[in-house]
C-alpha cells in the first residue's frame, strides 16, 4: 500500500515537473521569438505581388512563382517539395501545402477551388493571410459589413483576436505566414479530426511533414 502512494506520489509529482518545463520552454520561445524569425512579410507580399503580374489568375503557375522565388530568397529553410494534404480547422476544410514549419514560424499554401468558412481560431501567433486567387471574407463581432481581401492584399489577423471567414464559392489560394509559438496552434489544426472527419491519414500526413520539416530546421539552426 506504502508502495504504490509512493509511486502515485511520484507519478503526480514528475509530472508536474514535466509541464513546468514544458511551460518555461514556451514562455522563453514566446518572450524571445522576434529572434529567431526568418521571413518578413513585407517582403512575401512583395513575392506574392510579382507572381500575380507575372500569372494573372493561374493558380498553379503563380504557386510555382511564389514557392521558386522564396527558395531563391530563404534558400534552404523553404520546401520545395509539393507534399499536399486536406486541412480541416474551425469548420472550414481545404488543402495546404507547408513551405517552412518550425517552432516560431509556418509558411504554406492554403485554400479550396470550391469555397469553405469557418472559425479563424485564437491563436498565439500573428496571421499573415495573402490572397493569391479569388477573394476572402471576414468580419468581426460588431462589424455590419465584411471585409474583402482580394489578390495582393494581406489579411492580418493578430495574436489573440477572432474572426469568421469565408472563401466564396469560386475559390481561393493564399500565401499563410504565421509567427509565434506554431506548437500552440495545432490542437485548433487537428480538433475537427478528432470530433468530425476522424481523417486519420490526414493526422499522419500532417504530422509527419511538419515533424520533419521542424527538425531538419532545428538542425540547421532555426527555431
Not at 10 to 35: K, L, P, Y
Not at 92 to 98: C, E, L, S
Not at 203 to 223: D, S
Request: contains cysteine.
Amino acid at each position: 500500500m506504502i508502495e504504490i502512494v509512493i509511486m502515485v506520489s511520484f507519478s503526480w509529482s514528475t509530472a508536474g515537473a514535466v509541464i513546468s518545463a514544458i511551460a518555461a520552454i514556451i514562455i522563453a520561445i514566446d518572450v524571445n521569438r522576434e529572434r529567431f524569425y526568418v521571413f518578413d512579410p513585407v517582403v512575401l507580399n512583395e513575392i506574392t505581388k510579382n507572381a500575380i503580374y507575372l500569372h494573372g489568375s493561374n493558380a498553379t503557375a503563380i504557386v510555382e512563382q511564389v514557392v521558386g522565388d522564396l527558395h531563391t530568397r530563404y534558400g534552404r529553410v523553404v520546401n520545395t517539395h509539393q507534399e499536399w494534404m486536406f486541412n480541416n480547422a474551425g469548420g472550414a476544410m481545404g488543402a495546404m501545402y507547408m513551405i517552412h514549419a518550425s517552432i516560431t514560424e509556418y509558411l504554406i499554401i492554403f485554400g479550396t477551388p470550391l469555397g469553405t468558412e469557418g472559425h479563424s481560431g485564437v491563436h498565439t501567433a500573428d496571421d499573415y493571410f495573402m490572397i493569391l486567387t479569388g477573394e476572402q471574407w471576414a468580419f468581426s463581432p460588431g462589424g455590419l459589413e465584411k471585409e474583402v481581401y482580394k489578390p495582393g492584399d494581406v489579411h492580418l489577423l493578430k495574436r489573440g483576436n477572432v474572426q469568421q471567414y469565408k472563401m466564396p464559392d469560386t475559390g481561393c489560394w493564399a500565401l499563410e505566414y504565421a509567427r509565434g509559438v506554431i506548437p500552440l496552434m495545432l490542437p485548433f489544426g487537428f480538433a475537427d479530426i478528432f470530433t468530425s472527419t476522424l481523417d486519420w491519414n490526414t493526422l499522419y500526413v500532417t504530422v509527419k511533414v511538419y515533424a520533419r520539416l521542424c527538425i531538419l530546421n532545428i538542425l540547421n539552426g532555426k527555431i
